[in-house]
């Protein structure tokens, strides 16, 4: 069973930075990658990075040159640093365990965090 658990969010002003962390304990073989997705209020969950565990990455459009997604095998930690916010990155970021190749779509597995508030305020 894999159980990842956010951390990091809170209240920034727009311009500035904020980094998340989604710590995951447990493990499955379905599973070779986090992925951070955000949900505004009205809004669709929208998957915003990916990072497998041979370090590959993708990135939502939206989001690409301002957010960079890391991780610390040792501490079994992903990152996703966030830079020059803007009050539409006001969201609940949420990190799911899945599986991610490079060049095909995120397929997320039933494993959540709890979530995460960014209030990005103008």
């Known amino acids: 069973q894999v159980q990842p658990v956010e951390s990091g969010g809170g209240l920034v002003q727009a311009g500035g930075p904020l980094t998340l962390s989604c710590a995951k304990s447990g493990s499955a073989s379905s599973t070779n990658a986090i992925g951070w997705y955000r949900q505004a209020p009205g809004k669709q969950r929208e998957l915003v990075a990916v990072i497998n565990s041979g370090g590959n990455t993708n990135y939502a459009d939206s989001v690409k040159g301002r957010f960079t997604i890391s991780r610390d095998n040792v501490k079994n930690t992903v990152y996703l640093q966030m830079n020059s916010l803007k009050p539409e990155d006001t969201a609940v970021y949420y990190c799911?365990?899945?599986?991610?190749?490079?060049?095909?779509?995120?397929?997320?597995?039933?494993?959540w965090g709890q979530g995460t508030q960014v209030t990005v305020s103008s």
């Open positions: 799911n365990a899945g599986t991610y190749v490079s060049g095909m779509p995120y397929r997320s597995r039933d494993y």
